[in-house]
């Protein structure tokens, strides 16, 4: 949730903020005096652990549908902080794609283009994955 009122200039936009490692010191401090609070995981992810909903073209294919009667809740009005508003959080991803031969191979990640056959943990994929995260690490 982001505090009514606050904004981001278009100077600090390349600040990265929210989620930047590389510079710390411009990260948002996330607290009870802070303009943005990140909201935690509820039910059986009720952890430190966190994780963010998103998809990017190199999900293309993978199914979302979500079984009847769970859900992924982004916003609910009677848990959001007074003074704060439900904000999207928007991370773009800049590929140059200039001189590429087949740029929907390259930006979704498939896995024969780059001859792919094991995923960042040493793991073998398996033959009918044909691309995604697995191929982009």
Known sequence: ???KGFKLSQRDMPRNHGFS????????VVGSSS???LVENAGLCDNPLRHFF??????????????DPYAIEFDNPDERPDGYEFKWFLNI???????????????ECWCDL????????GEEIKPDYKGGLYCCY
């Not at 490692?21 to 948002?28: A, C, I």
């Not at 990017?56 to 993978?62: I, L, V, Y």
């Not at 991803?93 to 930006?107: E, F, L, N, P, W």
């Open 54 to 67: 998103g998809l990017g073209s190199e999900t293309r294919k993978t199914s979302t549908y979500v079984p």
């Open 114 to 121: 780059y001859n792919v056959t094991i995923n960042e943990f």
């Open 93 to 107: 991803h800049a590929i140059d794609t200039r001189g590429v031969v087949d740029k929907s191979g390259c930006i």
């Open 35 to 37: 303009d943005t609070v």
């Open 21 to 28: 490692k590389q510079d710390p010191e411009r990260n948002l």
């Open 1 to 3: 949730y982001v505090r």
